[in-house]
């Protein structure tokens, strides 16, 4: 307790004289004339495959194609089919496995192809992460131009976790060459529902 | 010269001419994706603006938002401990550890721990850490530092990564595509990642409003490793407070556009609980940062968002590598954080620096890099530290210059001189070293002058080389 109340005395000893906040005018900044358009524009560039859908109907096919292929896919959604109330309490051990995840996101963004989804949305957090390909459902509405509007749009303290994500994991760590799949998803693919 | 210098150091990179050649053309590549990324935004520099504002208020106002931030975290269940230096620091992490009884456990990229040493701190209690951002697991199993707070590996080839892959993990030898490295390293580490039960990570920004955290990675490994955990632990200087989520808005759009010129980093975690039957730390350093906040000339930089586009734009940089700066955190932020630390031992940092001012051009919070290093050497001097380190460091830009082969992809030395020593273009001798030895000269219209002109030669120079 002793470093706390020592540093937060040297704060108030050493911290200069008060500066205002700037006043921040979000209604200035870019907006695109085709949000969607510019969305998967921004996709493309992070690496992400883009379907367009008309309704959770194309979903449930594509899902039960992927089942009878054999695969092992978790869904968090409901509109697709029933969703394991144990998967919150899977462990990463449990979870190594997982090739396919389905997980809607709540907000996307036009200017750089992040969808945002929390934990409510993912079930359990490792999942975005430990499956091997990741799709991503978002609804046309729910598109909008940069961060700001996205920030206003979410309430990041309405739980315990929640992540922008654009695009499959990636590297350039070894002499700068981009590797898909570092230690998330290899492949993301992002169903815009129209 | 017991003390290793940058000017010393820097000839040992500069030795291998292809090496350095590769460094300094891949550097400026990615300062180019940076400079598209950001035309792409027409308010760029408003965001700018606001951002460095954002920040200096929260640095005016910095102990009211660090106990804001603690007593939401707390009301999140997250546990809030306070470290006044390095060695604090390490003994709290090491307190968290040792109840858990966990004695293996992963770790994302934290230039904070690199700064307290942490590995080294928990390896001698016995303790296995694996540093899992590839770059910085590459420097781990190698025994090095970081040379590149973004790019920790930047100093090294995919053959030397084939190399050490071979030996520590027995990747075929000669396998140098970097597609089969990292998809070796990738095997191996999630296995790690599965057992691993106690994850450290650091922190992009902390938000007081919410009492969350929130971290940037691409590569997935802080939300691998923290999500499979029982225990997370995440440290933060004092500095990485922001006040709103809002405000988070600005420096998201800022930070990768300025670090790789990727719009966005692939993941944006925000922690804003521990998960149901996890426990989360916050530790909060200072470290030397209270020290900085209190000087009138260095303050900005505790601003740093450790984007590190003011080392991709640096000539001195790009030319001599990380390693040379002898510290944790190089490049031209680091001349300005590493003296405050110890002025001794880093008194040469500030002078490894041309003064052409493009690091303040791209620093995305405004901090104004440059003039910070020329007070530094101002103050360097007066304090008598100076020594050797000035003349030293000229005669290694002079010999850089003086070695051909360093420019061989240009054929044209006069050109390449003006993109990388502006200055020795115009005055055949430094100016402002020698204008330094005669205190009666007038200093301020001189420096004034000086800096004018840099930037001027820096833009022309740069419009030609975009065009
Ligand atoms: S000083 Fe500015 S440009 Fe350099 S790393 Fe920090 S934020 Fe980035």
């Known amino acids: 307790m002793n470093s706390r109340s020592n540093i937060l005395k040297k704060i108030a000893e050493n911290k200069p004289a008060s500066e205002s906040l700037p006043v921040l005018r979000f209604d200035d900044t870019i907006h695109y004339a085709d949000k969607q358009a510019q969305f998967i524009k921004a996709l493309q560039n992070v690496v992400a495959e883009v379907l367009e859908f008309y309704g959770y109907a194309a979903i449930n096919t594509l899902y039960k194609n992927l089942q009878a292929a054999g695969k092992k896919i978790v869904n968090t959604i409901p509109e697709i089919d ?15 496995g997982v090739e396919i995840a389905f997980i809607k996101g709540l907000v996307a963004v036009a200017e750089n192809g992040a969808v945002w989804v929390t934990e409510e949305q993912m079930q359990n957090r490792l999942l975005p992460f430990i499956c091997e390909h990741l799709y991503l459902v978002i609804e046309r509405e729910n598109i909008v131009d940069t961060m700001h509007q996205a920030y206003q749009k979410i309430d990041t303290a309405a739980s315990g976790f929640g992540v922008f994500i654009a695009g499959p994991s990636k ?17 993301t693919t992002i169903i815009i529902i129209n | 010269m017991g003390k290793p210098v940058h000017s010393i150091l820097s000839k040992n990179f500069i030795a291998d001419n292809d090496r350095t050649d590769w460094h300094d053309e891949t550097l400026w590549m990615v300062r180019k994706k940076r400079d598209y990324a950001s035309s792409q935004i027409p308010e760029w520099e408003t965001l700018r603006q606001w951002a460095s504002q954002i920040k200096a208020h929260t640095l005016s106002n910095l102990d009211h938002y660090l106990t804001v931030f603690e007593k939401n975290a707390n009301a999140n269940g997250i546990q809030v401990h306070w470290a006044a230096n390095a060695a604090e620091h390490n003994e709290i992490i090491y307190g968290i550890i040792k ?7 992963v770790k994302s990229k934290s230039m904070l721990t690199e700064e307290c040493h942490l590995n080294e701190y928990l390896q001698d209690k016995g303790l296995q850490v694996t540093d899992t951002d590839l770059g910085e697991w590459i420097i781990q199993l190698r025994k090095e530092h970081p040379s590149h707070i973004v790019l920790p590996a930047i100093h090294l080839k995919k053959k030397d990564v084939s190399d050490t892959f071979h030996q520590h993990i027995q990747t075929e030898k000669n396998n140098n595509d970097p597609k089969y490295l990292t998809t070796a390293a990738r095997h191996h580490l999630r296995n790690i990642f599965i057992k691993s ?6 922190v992009n920004f902390a938000i007081a409003e919410t009492g969350g955290i929130v971290i940037c990675t691409n590569e997935g490994n802080a939300d691998m490793g923290v999500h499979g955990a029982a225990v997370h632990i995440a440290c933060m200087g004092i500095e990485k407070i922001i006040p709103e989520t809002l405000h988070l808005s600005i420096f998201l759009r800022l930070l990768a556009r300025s670090a790789t010129g990727q ?15 996890q426990q989360m730390h916050i530790v909060i350093v200072d470290n030397g940062r209270t020290r900085l906040l209190g000087n009138n000339n260095f303050r900005n ?4 968002i450790r984007c590190a586009a003011c080392f991709n734009t640096c000539p001195v940089y790009r030319k001599t590598g990380g390693h040379s700066y002898h510290s944790i955190v190089a490049g031209p932020i680091g001349s300005i954080l590493n003296p405050n630390t110890d002025i001794k031992a880093n008194a040469d940092l500030p002078f490894a620096c041309t003064l052409c001012g493009s690091c303040s051009n791209v620093c995305p919070v405004k901090i104004d890099i440059h003039n910070q290093l020329w007070i530094w050497r101002q103050q360097i001097s007066k304090e008598g530290y100076a020594g050797k380190t000035k003349s030293l460091s000229m005669k290694v830009m002079a010999y850089i210059l003086s070695h051909p082969n360093v420019y061989r992809f240009s054929g044209n030395v006069f050109r390449m001189t003006l993109k990388y020593f502006p200055f020795i273009v115009k005055n055949k001798l430094n100016p402002w070293y020698r204008q330094r030895e005669m205190p009666e000269a007038p200093k301020k219209s001189f420096r004034q002058w000086y800096i004018q002109k840099q930037k001027s030669e820096f833009k022309k120079q740069h419009i030609k080389k975009d065009s």
Do not use: W
């Open chain 1, 82 to 96: 029933d969703v394991n109330n144990q998967l919150p309490s899977l462990s990463a051990e449990n979870l190594a």
């Open chain 1, 171 to 187: 590297t350039a760590d070894i002499e700068q060459s981009l590797v898909i799949g570092a230690h998330g998803p290899k492949k």
């Open chain 2, 99 to 105: 109840q858990t009884g966990i004695s293996s456990m």
């Open chain 2, 197 to 202: 039960k106690l994850a450290i990570t650091g």
């Open chain 2, 263 to 277: 719009a966005i980093t692939t993941y944006s975690s925000h922690f804003t609980s521990p998960r149901k039957g």
């Open chain 2, 301 to 304: 930089s505790l601003k740093c």
